[in-house]
C-alpha cells in the first residue's frame, strides 16, 4: 500500500503545478481546486499544502487563490537542477 505524501511533499509539487500553470507570467492566481485535482488531492490535503508553502514563502494563499512567488520559483530551479 503506497504511502500517503507528507504536507511538505505535497506542497513542493504544488508550487511545480503553480509554475507549470504560471510559467514566467508572475502575478498568475491559480484556483486551488484546479490545481488538487492535477494533485490527486483531497480539498484538506491541498489546503494543508498551501498553507505550508505559504508558511515557507513560497506561495501566497488567498482563500481560494494560490500565488507563485519568487522564493517558490527559486525553489523549483533548485528542484530541477
Not at 500553470?21 to 491541498?46: N, Y
Not at 494560490?66 to 530551479?77: A, D, F, I, S, T
Request: charged share 25%; aromatic share 4%.
Amino acid at each position: 500500500m503506497p504511502r500517503a505524501p507528507t504536507t511538505e511533499q505535497l506542497a513542493r509539487r504544488l508550487i511545480a503545478e503553480l509554475g507549470a500553470v504560471a510559467g514566467d507570467r508572475p502575478m498568475q492566481w491559480v484556483m486551488l481546486d484546479d490545481v488538487m485535482r492535477v494533485l490527486g488531492a483531497t480539498w484538506e490535503e491541498a489546503e494543508q499544502a498551501a498553507d505550508f508553502a505559504a508558511a515557507q514563502g513560497w506561495v501566497e494563499h488567498r482563500m481560494h487563490s494560490v500565488l507563485l512567488r519568487e522564493p517558490g520559483r527559486k525553489v523549483l530551479n533548485g528542484t530541477r537542477r
